[in-house]
């Protein structure tokens, strides 16, 4: 794993810094002078962190559009290995306890992957987790089943790399699935439950792919 190097650490807790900031701000400024009775802290805290949360979500897409994730190798010190980094420490502090969590229904986190940057299609929605939605995409009538997890990034040793992960319509995704980076599902497609699709597959439309390491069973 290559080092989070301070520059990228201090950058995004300034950010961190401008988040909170911003959404206790908001939370005092729309609820602080209201009677909220035996219940004010509550209120204010359930508040105030969702005010964070959608703060984080605002200022990680303008980061995005100032430093956007570039696919492919990403060679040490350049400044597409900083965007991947922070976009990381992100995750590391904000998301991944969001997008992880069971709590939120499914349909809310369909809102949330949106929120992040996924592309999903009309009636497509997600039980499992994307760890990386800017790098995902998927047409209509999509399905991910219970603990599937989709990334798009690589990490080996010291080699660090992005690749977008491509779905066509009417796929499925199996629960606990893993589909790595750069792979490809055209429409229609299976994909069996607790398969393991490595990186930089094709999977073809209508074919049904299961097993670990994931191979075309019919």
């Known amino acids: 794993m290559r080092k989070i190097s301070i520059s990228q650490i201090a950058f995004f807790m300034f950010l961190l810094l401008v988040i909170i900031t911003l959404g206790v701000g908001t939370t005092y400024g729309l609820l602080g002078a209201l009677p909220l ?5 509550v209120v204010l ?6 005010f964070v949360y959608l703060w984080a979500m605002a ?5 995005l559009r100032v430093m956007p994730l570039r696919e492919g190798e990403l060679a040490n010190g350049s400044r597409e290995e900083f965007a991947a980094q922070v976009n990381i420490l992100f995750y590391l502090f904000l998301f991944n306890s969001l997008i992880r969590t069971h709590f939120l229904p499914v349909p809310i986190m369909r809102l949330v992957y949106l929120a992040l940057g996924a592309r999903l299609g009309a009636n497509t929605y997600s039980a499992g ?6 790098l995902t995409e998927f047409g209509d009538n999509c399905i991910i089943g219970h603990d599937a997890v989709l990334y798009s990034h690589a990490i080996e040793g ?3 790399s992005l690749a977008r992960i ?4 009417h796929v499925t995704i199996g629960a606990t699935a893993v589909v790595m980076s750069g792979v490809t599902i ?6 069996s439950a607790g398969a393991v699709v490595l990186k930089d ?9 299961g097993g670990v390491p994931a191979r075309r069973l019919r």
């Open 37 to 41: 009775g035996d219940f004010r802290g």
């Open 45 to 50: 805290v359930t508040a105030g962190v969702g």
């Open 59 to 63: 200022i990680y897409r303008a980061f």
């Open 129 to 134: 987790v994307l760890l990386d939605p800017p």
């Open 158 to 160: 010291a080699r660090f």
């Open 166 to 169: 491509r779905v066509g319509s």
């Open 186 to 191: 055209d429409d229609g497609a299976i994909v």
């Open 201 to 209: 597959t094709r999977i073809g439309a209508g074919e049904v792919w």
